[in-house]
C-alpha cells in the first residue's frame, strides 16, 4: 500500500508540474500573443499527431509493462525487442502524419506537424524506458523525466513567445524537449536498472505482439474518441480553426486534472492489478476496489466543481478575451467539466481490461465509444459547433462507464465484491450535490479563490465524517 501511494504521489506531482507549466504556455501566455486562428491551428495540429502517434504503439505498452512485472529478470530483452518493433512503426506513423498534413492544411499548419510529430516520436520512444520504471515500481525516475521535459518547455518556449517568436519555434523547442526526456530515460534505465544489450527474440516479439494487437485496436479507437473531435471541429464548425482554439482552451484545463486518475491507476495500480490478477487473485477485488473508490471520490467533485465556477474560472483565467470569447469557452468547459470527471471513472475501467487482459471487450467497448463520439460530433458540431463537441464527449463517457462497469460485473468481479465502491459511489454523489448547490448560492459573494478552498474543505471533511477515510485499505 505504502508503494502504491508513494508512486502515485511521485508520478501526480511530476505530471501536476508539468500540467502547470502547460497551463502557464497554453492558456496564460499563447492566448495574449496568438491570433485565435494561430492557436486554433496549433491545436489541430497537437490533435493530428497525437492521433497518428498511436500507430507507434500498437497496443504494445501495457502489454510490455505487464510481461515485465512478471519477468523482471528478463527486463532488458523485453524492452530491447519492443524498441525494434517501435522504431519500425515510428518511420510510418511519422510519414503518415506528413503526408496528412500536407493534403489537409495550409503550410502554417504543415510546419508544425513537421516538428510536433517528431516530438510524439521521440517520446513514444522514451515511453518504452518508462516502461522500466513502472513495471519496477520506481516511478520516482519517470516523475524526474516528466519534470525535466516540461521544465525544458516551460523555460525556454515560454521565453521564445516573450520574445516574440512564432509558433512553430515553439513546436521546435517541444521537440529539443522530448529528446531531454529520452536521454534521461535511457540514462536512468542504464544505470539504474538493466544493462542495453539484448537478443533478438523472435518468441518475444510474438509474445508481446499476441498480446498488443487486440489493444492496438482498442487504443487507436480510444485516442480516435479524443482527439477526432478536434479534427471534425475544424472541419465542420462554421467557425473554423477558431473553434479549436475555445475547444481547445477548455479541454486543457480539463486535462490538466486527469493526471491523477493516469498516475493512480496507469501508473501505480496498473502493476499491482496485473500481479493480482495472474498469482494472488484473492487480493484482485480489493485492489479493484481500493482503485475505483479513489476515482469516484476524486472525480464527483471535480465534475460538480468545476462546473459550475467555470464561468468565474474562465474570466480569471482569459481576462485579454473579450465577454463573448470568454462565454465560449465557458460553454465549452462546463460540459467537458462532466466528461473530466467521467473519465477518472473510466480510467478505473479501462485499467482493469488491460490488466486482466481482457483485449476482445476492450476493443469493442473503445470502438462502440469512438463511433458513438463520432456520429455525435457529425451531428453536433454543424449546429453547436464547440460546445457540440464537448457535449458528445458527456455521452460518450457516459457510455464508456455504464457498459464497462456492465462487464466488469458480469465477467472479471461481482458487484457483491465491491460494495464499498457503491457506498462511496452514494456518499460522493451526495456530498458533491451539496457543494454544487452552496457554491450556487456563494459565488456571487467570493471570488474563486476562496470558493475553491471552502469546496475542498466541505468536501474533504464531510467525507472524513462519513468515515471513508477510514475505510480499511486492504488488499487481502
Not at 75 to 86: D, P
Not at 120 to 149: D, G, P, W
Request: one cysteine or more.
Amino acid at each position: 500500500m505504502n508503494r502504491i501511494f508513494k508512486n502515485t504521489s511521485s508520478l501526480f506531482s511530476a505530471h501536476l508540474i508539468g500540467r502547470l507549466g502547460s497551463l502557464v504556455i497554453t492558456i496564460w501566455l499563447m492566448p495574449r500573443y496568438f491570433t485565435e486562428s494561430e492557436l486554433g491551428g496549433y491545436f489541430v495540429a497537437i490533435a493530428l499527431t497525437n492521433l497518428i502517434a498511436i500507430l507507434t504503439e500498437l497496443g504494445l505498452q501495457n502489454p510490455l509493462i505487464r510481461e515485465m512485472t512478471l519477468h523482471l529478470q528478463q527486463t532488458r530483452h523485453y524492452l530491447g525487442n519492443a524498441l525494434i518493433v517501435r522504431i519500425i512503426l515510428s518511420i510510418v506513423a511519422y510519414s503518415i502524419m506528413v503526408v496528412s498534413g500536407l493534403y489537409l492544411y495550409p503550410p502554417i499548419i504543415v510546419k508544425m506537424i513537421v516538428f510536433l510529430g517528431l516530438a510524439e516520436i521521440v517520446n513514444s520512444l522514451a515511453q518504452l524506458y518508462r516502461c522500466v520504471f513502472r513495471a519496477h515500481e520506481e516511478m520516482k525516475y519517470e516523475a524526474f523525466t516528466v519534470i525535466a521535459e516540461r521544465g525544458a518547455f516551460l523555460i525556454i518556449g515560454g521565453g521564445a513567445i516573450l520574445r516574440g517568436y512564432g509558433l512553430v519555434p515553439v513546436c521546435q523547442v517541444m521537440l529539443a524537449a522530448s529528446c531531454i526526456n529520452l536521454i534521461l530515460s535511457l540514462g536512468f534505465t542504464r544505470f539504474r536498472f538493466t544493462q542495453l544489450r539484448f537478443q533478438p527474440s523472435r518468441e518475444i516479439v510474438k509474445v508481446l505482439m499476441q498480446q498488443a494487437l487486440p489493444f492496438a485496436i482498442g487504443n487507436l479507437f480510444n485516442l480516435l474518441y479524443f482527439r477526432v473531435d478536434a479534427i471534425m471541429l475544424s472541419k465542420l464548425s462554421v467557425e473554423g480553426v477558431e473553434a479549436n482554439t475555445w475547444y481547445g482552451l477548455a479541454y486543457t484545463i480539463v486535462n490538466a486534472f486527469t493526471i491523477l486518475p493516469g498516475a493512480f491507476m496507469m501508473g501505480a495500480m496498473f502493476p499491482v492489478l496485473s500481479r493480482a490478477w495472474e498469482r494472488e487473485k484473492g487480493r484482485f477485488p480489493g485492489a479493484y476496489s481500493l482503485g475505483m473508490r479513489w476515482m469516484v471520490l476524486s472525480g464527483f467533485p471535480l465534475a460538480v466543481g468545476l462546473s459550475t465556477l467555470s464561468p468565474e474560472i474562465t474570466v480569471v483565467l482569459f481576462p485579454t478575451y473579450t465577454p463573448n470569447e470568454v462565454v465560449k469557452i465557458s460553454a465549452a468547459l462546463q460540459w467537458l467539466s462532466w466528461a473530466g470527471g467521467l473519465i477518472f471513472i473510466t480510467t478505473a475501467v479501462l485499467a482493469v481490461l488491460r490488466a486482466t487482459d481482457k483485449r476482445r471487450a476492450f476493443s469493442v467497448l473503445m470502438g462502440t465509444t469512438a463511433l458513438l463520439n463520432i456520429c455525435l460530433n457529425l451531428y453536433l458540431i454543424p449546429r453547436f459547433s464547440h460546445t457540440g463537441a464537448a457535449i458528445a464527449m458527456v455521452i460518450s463517457e457516459g457510455y464508456l462507464l455504464i457498459f464497462g462497469i456492465g462487464y466488469i460485473s458480469r465477467h472479471i468481479i461481482k458487484l457483491r465484491e465491491t460494495h464499498l465502491v457503491f457506498r462511496t459511489f452514494l456518499k460522493a454523489i451526495v456530498l458533491s450535490a451539496l457543494m454544487g448547490v452552496g457554491l450556487v448560492q456563494l459565488k456571487g459573494s467570493f471570488s474563486i479563490w476562496v470558493l475553491i478552498p471552502l469546496a475542498v474543505v466541505f468536501y474533504g471533511g464531510g467525507m472524513a465524517l462519513l468515515g471513508e477515510f477510514r475505510e480499511r485499505l486492504r488488499f487481502d
